[in-house]
């Protein structure tokens, strides 16, 4: 069920990860959606695989 309010704030919409697996790196800042290749979001603060 969804929330009436709608989504929650810092939620992420859902990965969908391929068959091979993937990792997930969570950066310090938000992301300009500009500068490439981070987004000028800072460093890394933590990452994971996704399998």
């Given amino acids: 069920m969804m929330?009436?309010?709608g989504q929650?704030?810092?939620d992420m919409?859902?990965?969908h990860?391929?068959?091979g697996g993937t990792a997930l790196i969570?950066?310090?800042g938000?992301?300009?959606y500009k500068t490439d290749p981070t987004?000028?979001?800072g460093?890394?603060?933590a990452c994971g695989v996704v399998q």
């Fill in 3 to 5: 929330a009436a309010e």
């Fill in 8 to 10: 929650h704030a810092g």
């Fill in 13 to 15: 919409p859902n990965l």
């Fill in 17 to 19: 990860i391929p068959a």
């Fill in 26 to 28: 969570v950066h310090a």
């Fill in 30 to 32: 938000k992301d300009d």
């Fill in 39 to 41: 987004g000028d979001a």
């Fill in 43 to 45: 460093g890394r603060i």
